[in-house]
């Protein structure tokens, strides 16, 4: 007979649960401690940046440095320019994904997986190896140094649409068919049923993309010439480095700002985000 009151299972589950969690707090704080160091170097005085020892913060805090961060640079127009791009972009990229990842998993048409094969196979070609064709294209649309150029070569993307696919393939078939006795054509079950389903998943492609385009610097690096007109985030960060040498508490300071529209939109979506996560699987039929 087996003594149950021994207390030895129970010591040993939270043991494992103690450990597990001191091991999430370590690995949160290695990823925590560079955002640390940046924020408190973007308050420190320039010549204290690399002071030896190193430390987080330095003999006072020195606030202006953001407002120099937008007088030394127009910081404020690159923001702007990355918001705009971004927002347009992602928004682009989201309605061309649903669309697709509906077609893709819920339609029937000739060729269906071998047109969606193709389309997945894109996700294998690297970006540097578009850089030339798309800038190509680009000169030939004349739409270099615009906005254009920034934002639609990369709005179509396969990523997008394999993930919505992917949620479509979980949706029941008796919903469609259900709609289609209610007398709902294909738009109506898409826009009614499907659309409403699918917006975790929709939160979480838009702010994968959405990072992407705020992070991207090769191609606006190609594709703009003036940067103080048509200059991105990433582009505008350069601007710090030149012949008069590096201004790293005000790279420090523009940084900080740089991540707030991303902590900002993780936040506000950040239900949508977890619900998506968990519906959008990589399962299907």
């Known amino acids: ?39 408190g170097a973007s308050l420190k005085e320039p010549d ?120 479509f393939l979980t949706v029941p078939m008796e919903l469609d068919e259900a709609a289609r006795v209610d007398g709902a054509g294909v738009l109506r079950t898409f826009f009614s049923v499907m659309l409403p389903l699918a917006k975790p998943t929709i939160a979480v492609v838009s702010v994968f993309t959405f990072i992407g385009y705020w992070n991207a610097f090769l191609w606006p690096l190609i594709v703009v010439n003036d940067v103080s007109s048509l200059g991105t985030v990433p582009l505008g960060l350069q601007q710090f480095f030149g012949q008069q040498g590096s201004q790293w508490h005000l790279v420090m300071a523009a940084s900080v700002i740089s991540m707030l529209p991303m902590i900002l939109l993780v936040i506000a979506l950040q239900k949508h985000l977890v619900k998506g996560i968990v519906t959008s699987g990589f399962g299907g039929r």
Not at 6 to 16: F, I, K, Y
Not at 21 to 27: D, E, N, P, R, T
């Open 1 to 39: 007979m087996s003594d149950s009151s021994n207390p030895g299972p129970s010591r040993s589950a939270g043991l494992r649960h103690a450990v597990s969690q001191i091991a999430l707090w370590l690995v949160a704080a290695l990823f925590l401690v560079p955002l640390v160091y940046m924020v």
């Open 48 to 167: 204290e940046i690399f002071s030896v020892p190193p430390t987080i913060f330095g003999s006072g805090l020195r606030w202006q440095n953001y407002a120099e961060a937008f007088n030394y640079a127009p910081f404020g127009r690159y923001l702007a320019n990355s918001l705009l791009v971004a927002a347009l972009g992602t928004v682009l990229n989201a309605a061309v994904g649903v669309l697709a990842g509906y077609s893709f998993s819920r339609l029937r048409w000739r060729s269906r997986g071998l047109v969606f094969a193709g389309f997945l196979a894109t996700l294998m070609v690297p970006q540097e190896v578009l850089v030339v064709p798309s800038y190509v294209l680009m000169q030939q649309f004349g739409w270099v140094d615009s906005y254009q150029a920034l934002i639609l070569p990369t709005a179509f993307s396969a990523f997008s649409a394999f993930m919505l696919r992917q949620f």
